[in-house]
């Protein structure tokens, strides 16, 4: 399965998104990490299928296809996504975030704990507002979120300018030398030599930014912002999956947020990093995710 789709809600916006996996399996909202969009749910087709999972991969307001919102908030995702698991006719569903959809997955599951059945969060990003000093966050993140806090107009320039260049697809023959200069982790590198693996990661990247800066600014806004509920609160079966290579956030922010989930159970994988957990384990993801 790989249709792309989309629905117009009842206040005009869109909301586009793609089917991945077994369209008649167990369905599974998929959200993508930032910035990216819905087409990094290609790393799910192949096991998705294996294993009959329905996966529904949506891009959120503003990000490539859909609809952008103002001022929109972590709140407004949930009513978003209730109008299009009614119009998919799904009574209930599981959810698997990466990264940056973690807020997305975490808020879900508070407003809908009677439809959502279980959880995976993968490399997921913690509550970022509540983090003062930067501590365990990718260099790049913290210095972002200082900029945030001190000159949020300025940064949204730097979004603009570098647009250009983020939203232009690479050479293949340079594929080497961009992996060589985000400075990954080894394990990363060599996940991310795969063709496929690539292409879902940095394609799905590149499509958000094509849409726009604003959209891409306004997701990661919702990250420099309090979720607007605790992590207490998620009282669903979370699977927290988490690399202990992982550079974007660090080990201990991830176990600190699973010492805090009342129904969490963590998977802490060996010689995994960022990208390369995504990558090399999704089949024992959506295993897991579809047994509980």
């Not at 167990?26 to 993508?32: K, T």
């Not at 609809?67 to 972590?74: A, C, E």
């Not at 799905?204 to 207490?232: C, K, N, T, Y």
Request: hydrophobic content about 45%; proline content about 8%; charged content about 25%.
């Amino acid at each position: 399965m790989n249709a792309e789709n989309s629905i117009q809600l009842p206040d005009g916006a869109i909301v586009a998104f793609e089917g991945y996996g077994d369209p008649n399996g167990v369905p599974v909202i998929f959200c993508h990490g930032w910035p990216s969009s819905r087409s990094m749910a290609r790393l799910t087709d192949e096991p998705a299928r294996e294993l009959g999972i329905r996966i529904v991969s949506l891009d959120r307001p503003g990000i490539r296809d859909s609809s952008f919102q103002p001022d929109r908030k972590l709140s407004d995702w949930p009513r978003l996504l209730e109008q299009v698991v009614e119009h998919l006719d799904l009574r209930e569903f599981r959810v698997l975030a990466i990264s940056g959809g973690a807020p997305y997955a975490y808020a879900t599951a508070v407003a809908m704990p009677e439809r959502v059945r279980a959880i995976a969060i993968v490399g997921g990003a913690p509550p970022i507002a509540e983090i003062t000093d930067g501590e365990g966050l990718l260099p790049l993140y913290r210095w972002m979120v200082a900029l945030y806090r001190s000159r949020p107009g300025l940064l949204r320039r730097c979004f603009h300018l570098v647009r250009p260049f983020l939203s232009v697809r690479s050479p293949v023959r340079f594929r080497p030398l961009l992996l060589k200069m985000l400075l990954l982790r080894p394990c990363d590198t060599e996940s991310l030599r795969d063709a496929a693996a690539f292409e879902a990661i940095f394609e799905s990247q590149r499509l958000a930014w094509r849409a726009s800066a604003e959209g891409v600014m306004a997701d990661a806004e919702i990250h420099a912002h309090p979720w607007g509920f605790a992590i207490e609160d998620v009282r669903v079966p979370v699977r927290l999956w988490h690399g202990k290579q992982d550079r974007a956030f660090s080990l201990q922010l991830v176990q600190q947020i699973a010492n805090r989930l009342p129904n969490c159970k963590t998977r802490f994988v060996n010689d995994a990093g960022h990208y390369s957990l995504p990558i090399r384990h999704m089949r024992e993801i959506l295993e897991d995710l579809v047994s509980v």
